[in-house]
């Protein structure tokens, strides 16, 4: 399983305090059938735990997920900032994660070196706790 992180969302995810190993725990709870939100369209909006808050005062993350595959985090907000996902985002959501999900590896490389993506990665990395 590859897991990636879309630029901005990297930014928002470094801002909430999360680190690779927090966001490689999520799409293992994926794997093991803990889901979250399926929005279609291999989107889905999964709780994140965010530190001292818990779940439930966490925040959402919306990830593009292709089991045994590939996982893109996509977006992060609070669960405060943002209640639920309008269906206009969904169909923007939707034809964004087909995109990703369907890159090759030499394009992945490519979105990677240029900065829009980040692979997440079994070593530590220097974002870590």
Request: hydrophobic fraction near 35%; charged fraction near 35%; charge should be positive.
């Amino acid at each position: 399983m590859r897991i990636f992180q879309y630029n901005s969302f990297r930014r928002w995810a470094k801002d909430e305090g999360l680190t690779d190993a927090d966001l490689r725990t999520v799409i293992k709870e994926m794997e093991e059938g803990l889901i979250g939100d399926n929005l279609g369209g291999n989107v889905y909006k999964k709780r994140v735990k965010l530190e001292g808050r818990g779940k439930r005062g966490g925040a959402r993350t919306i990830i593009a997920y292709k089991t045994e595959e590939k996982a893109f985090f996509i977006v992060g907000f609070a669960k405060n900032e943002k209640d639920n996902i309008d269906t206009n985002e969904k169909i923007a959501l939707k034809r964004f994660a087909k995109e990703l999900l369907g890159y090759s590896d030499q394009q992945l490389l490519k979105a990677v070196t240029a900065g829009e993506l980040y692979e997440i990665t079994e070593e530590v990395s220097s974002n870590e706790k």
